[in-house]
């Protein structure tokens, strides 16, 4: 975790909803299959105006905002000009549905599809990037999106600690260590790559590196990070995973990082410390965007 930031960074190339089905109803040994409604390669219009076709129906949960969920996606402009396609990548996207980190025609049509979707968004300017060019998109660009949602993510569970010795060190931090290997230990001025669920004391996760599917990397004994991890992820070795219990002195301090982190908050922080890169090096194969 960034000093000056909440963990909370999305990183995405062009993003960014579509249609509300009847759950199918359990029939039994008396009652009738019920004739049910296709809505494929039909177009609609929600009240907001963003326009949507399924192209292809799954059978999988409907996805709901709070959900991380992972999408493909092909973009495309009214003459056809693509401008972005995770396809090319080979890399979906995963984001929070609902939390803003995509176009608003994104939030509200992917909380319409359930998973194994295909649909087609036809997004007007005010649901994606209004009068602001981006990149190869015009001001007042209509977005045309064909996107497939791939999977709704599980949120991560916390690591369990019963029976696991509590160790304090001299500055508060407390930590866990539900393992130990011979890997080796970083030292100050190594990139280590870290995957992490933050909770709040109540259990509430607040951010978490597993549920991006995107390892954080950050330089150690540099500041970078808040001091409980600059001085919890020196006592790992390689492999390992362990709770670090990070008081707020050691954290976000006595004002916390508003909205996210309240003031005064001792944070708990589930890690593994998947590699090390001496020298500081600034790539890893298969790591995440820098946080």
């Known amino acids: ?167 304090s060190t001299a500055s508060g931090l407390k930590y866990i260590k539900l393992n130990n290997t011979d890997g080796a230990s970083p030292k100050a001025g190594d990139r280590v790559f870290v995957h992490y669920t933050g909770f709040f004391e109540d259990g509430k996760i607040f951010d978490s590196s597993v549920e991006r599917g995107q390892v954080f990397n950050f330089i150690l004994g540099q500041g970078q990070v808040i001091a409980g991890w600059d001085e919890g992820i020196a006592l790992l070795k390689k492999g390992e995973k362990a709770r670090l219990i990070v008081p707020y002195n050691l954290a976000y301090g006595e004002n916390g990082y508003p909205p996210h982190i309240p003031a005064k908050a001792t944070l708990i922080f589930d890690v593994e410390l998947m590699d090390i890169n001496s020298g500081s090096g600034e790539h890893h194969p298969g790591d995440g965007h820098n946080h």
Do not use: C
């Open 1 to 167: 975790m960034r000093k000056n930031t909440v963990l909370m960074a999305f990183t995405f190339a062009f993003l960014l909803s579509a249609p509300a089905f009847a759950q199918k109803k359990e029939k039994t040994k008396k009652e009738k299959e019920p004739k049910k409604f296709s809505v494929l390669n039909k177009e609609f219009t929600t009240e907001s105006g963003l326009k949507y076709k399924i192209i292809h129906e799954g059978n999988g949960q409907r996805a709901k905002a709070g959900d991380m969920v992972s999408v493909h996606y092909t973009g495309k402009l009214t003459n056809d000009t693509i401008f972005d396609s995770s396809y090319n990548r080979n890399q979906p996207i995963k984001f929070k549905l609902g939390a803003g980190q995509v176009i608003k025609g994104w939030d509200e049509g992917i909380a319409l599809l359930n998973v194994g979707d295909k649909a087609i968004f036809t997004i007007p300017p005010d649901l994606a990037y209004g009068s602001r060019a981006m990149g190869p998109i015009p001001a007042n660009s209509t977005l045309i999106f064909e996107v497939e949602l791939l999977q709704i993510i599980e949120r991560p569970k916390p690591f369990d600690v019963k029976g696991k010795d509590t160790v």
